[in-house]
């Protein structure tokens, strides 16, 4: 087993995990400002989008930037950080030229909230706009534990159907470990769900954590029926669909770098799996997490997305982010 051990170093600094009484002050003060438009503006991805970043002219993003861009003020900054990327291996922080920025921007509440932000709508961030680039690291215990290597596209483990692990294995110190070191490294992605063949084992074992839905929409929540979805285990899964009806959704996969593609999943499912403790768990699931269930499932009898892709729709990540992602699925399925 391949393990990539990433060692502890900073590169930044602005303090990320001290949010002091003078940024509260700060922040407090600038919302009750008049606003004006700040000389810079900054954004947090993660490292994988940075890397796809590099030939472009335009920086990739996430899904999550879907609606619009999420940006930060300086002083908003160390707050990001250490509310949704402290428990992320490693992300990069963009300090942003405001003035070469594409697009209309708004400076706005979140829905439900009284916060301000500065969102980007119908616009990208141009390459030339990026004054400063730093490669972050989050919480050291995020940071001390190691991360696997997750395997790809054309690693024969990803095409062997994986095997069933008995209950004394699932409690030996062994698998204990590789369940947290699966833990980590979805994290790490960040994905919503991680099965052991993409580790390079091929045991019928997943882990599934969908908690983050701060930069959704609630439009986008609620048509992808998003529900957060603690961290838990799923070892020897057998699924039943439940709903035939099918519903069709862009996906991709952390063994499939780079794509994403439409795919039709069953609407809802029943599994009967074991947990991490080997106690027998029964999940009635719907939805998104009933996809990431086939998704993951679908791993474990060797079957990536792309064999159940509408495969018209695959296409790079880049791509999606400038030509399609403001179309509805349907108009998607239509061209
Ligand atoms: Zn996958």
Known sequence: MQKIFILAFWFCSVSCFLYSDETLLKREMMESETVKKPEYLY???????????????????????????????????????SKYWSTVLQFVVLKLATDKLEGELKYEANLGGSTKYYHLYQ?????????E????????????QEVLEVVQLGDPVLR??????????ILSPEIQRLIEEMKGT????????????????????????????????????SEREREKVPFHVVI?????????????????CLSVPELIGIVPRAKSVKVQCLNERAEPVFIEAKG?????????????????????VILPTLMTEGNYMKQWKKKTIKEILKH
């Open 288 to 308: 998104w997490y009933a996809r990431i269930l086939q998704h993951e499932i679908d791993h474990l009898n060797a079957t990536l997305y792309i064999d159940r």
């Open 160 to 169: 062997e159907p994986a095997r069933e692990l008995s209950k004394e294995e």
């Open 43 to 81: 954004k947090v991805l993660s490292y994988r989008h940075w890397q796809a970043t590099e030939h472009r002219k335009t920086v990739t993003l996430s899904a999550e930037d879907d609606a619009f861009i999420h940006l930060s003020t300086e002083e908003q900054l160390d707050r990001i950080i």
């Open 236 to 252: 020897n899964p057998r699924m039943e669909i439940e709903e035939q009806e099918k519903v069709a959704f862009f996906e991709g």
């Open 186 to 221: 979805m994290r790490a992605a960040p994905g919503v769900g991680l099965a052991a063949p993409q580790i390079g084992r091929a045991l019928q074992l997943i882990v599934i954590e969908d908690m983050d839905h701060t930069h959704l929409t609630t439009e986008q929540i």
């Open 123 to 131: 616009g990208f961030i141009p390459f030339r706009s990026i004054v």
């Open 133 to 144: 680039a730093k490669i972050m690291f989050g919480s050291p215990s995020a940071v001390c």
